[in-house]
């Protein structure tokens, strides 16, 4: 990795933090679900994770995902690429998305269900005050394996990959996502009626991170219907009380990165399934 490629980097995440932090600090401030400082508990460990997660998947994700492509493309009919490849931009994209949030559902279903994978998944749920930066707050290994999971079927349907014409649609999706992600963890107290059993809000995810009800629901980052489609949707009518996990995490970064590759930490899955409340939908 080149200096140059790190120092550009770092300009272009710390330009879009400065966007982000525009619009979202106003709006958390002024529409908050639960009011807390801006500087709140553990911000600065969150702003490395931000930088750290904007290169470090980049990075890890682009050798084993040129090799996906290339062994898909030996193993599946070139017709499936042909179509993919004739497809106009939008529904490229829409298909791209669709098929990319599948992966993504299932990836990050799997970092729950699976205790070697919650290890690094924890971290994120670590965080007990929830605003949009939480969305970068996540062990890299974990984030370069749901964003592995959502390639994965893109690569498989042709929908990514210079040899289909959608070379760019794979960042397409993945800017649409990021910039969702930041939105749905914001501490904003919007609600979108009937839209929102076909799009994630704020509500839906918060309730992803709760607490005192069971976390095993509401997988999709943006497409709720998915939950719906495999009996993990739930949304009742009040918004979570509290936020985080009851197993200890470090505070520091360093410490939250090596947690879990630490034998002695027995990080169980966790469903915080005590709270009757999240059975109830509205």
């Known amino acids: 990795m080149s200096s140059k490629f790190l120092i550009l980097s770092l300009i272009r995440s710390s330009a879009w933090l400065a966007i982000l932090v525009v619009i979202f600090v106003p709006l958390e401030r002024f529409f908050a679900v639960q009011p807390h400082k801006t500087l709140r508990k553990g911000l600065g460990v969150d702003i490395c994770y931000y930088f750290l997660n904007g290169l470090a998947p980049a990075l890890i994700l682009a050798f ?160 709720p219907w998915l939950d719906r489609l495999f009996g993990t949707h739930i949304l009742p009518k009040e918004w979570p009380k509290s936020y985080g996990i009851s197993t200890p995490m470090p505070t520091s970064l360093l410490g939250e990165l090596a947690y879990p590759f630490i034998p002695e930490n027995n990080i169980p899955v966790e469903l915080n399934s005590e709270d009757t409340q999240a059975e109830s939908p509205s």
């Open 64 to 223: 084993p995902a040129a090799i996906l492509v290339r062994v898909v493309r030996h193993i599946e009919p070139p017709s499936i690429y042909a179509y993919a490849a004739s497809l106009p931009f939008w529904a490229h994209a829409a298909a791209a998305m669709v098929v990319g949030e599948i992966g993504y559902y299932w990836g990050h279903r799997w970092s729950h269900e699976l205790p070697f994978l919650w290890r690094f998944h924890s971290v994120h749920h670590s965080a007990e005050e929830i605003d949009f930066l939480v969305s970068t707050r996540a062990h890299p290994v974990d984030m370069v394996f749901t964003r592995f999971c959502g390639i994965v079927p893109m690569c498989a349907l042709g929908l990514a990959g210079p040899t289909t014409g959608g070379s760019g649609v794979p960042v397409f999706v993945l800017l649409i996502g990021t910039m969702w992600g930041f939105f749905v963890h914001g501490n904003v107290r919007w609600r979108f009626g009937p839209i929102e059993w076909l799009i994630s809000t704020p509500m839906f995810h918060h309730w992803h991170h709760t607490k005192t009800g069971p976390i095993d629901h509401n997988y999709a980052s943006m497409l």
